[in-house]
Nanobody, 123 residues
């Protein structure tokens, strides 16, 4: 029901935009988030956006470089990634669920997930 796209191989300093398309149900009333998992590491929170786009949260490591946005008419959520670093290399996952602002960073509470898209940043 969630499918990510836009991953690829880029160089440090480059930009990339990931997209997550929802199908099968309307996610316009759900909070949406991006998580990532680097090789050998646990999955970590990247960014989240409320259904209305009025509440947005970023991990400290990406704040100022990444921008999350959504289009409820298209049932999509994007992650614009600028000034990419090698440490941003990971599989990026889109997630959706009804969550409160104090739980949006908790991946185990999300019931809807995409299959992930790989982002590789070379130095």
């Amino acid at each position: 029901q969630l499918e990510e796209s836009g991953g690829g191989l880029v160089q440090a300093g480059d930009s990339l935009t990931l997209s997550c398309a929802a199908s099968g149900r309307t996610f316009s009333s759900y909070g949406m988030a991006w998580f990532r998992q680097a090789p050998g590491k646990e999955r970590e929170f990247v960014a989240a956006i409320s259904w209305s786009s009025r509440a947005i949260d970023y991990a400290h490591s990406v704040k100022g470089r990444f921008t999350i946005s959504r289009d409820n008419t298209q049932n999509t959520v994007d992650l614009q990634m600028n000034s990419l670093k090698p440490e941003d290399t990971a599989v990026y996952y889109c997630a959706a669920d009804y969550l409160s602002p104090d739980t949006i960073r908790v991946d185990s509470l999300y019931n809807y997930w995409g299959g992930g898209t790989l982002v590789t940043v070379s130095s």
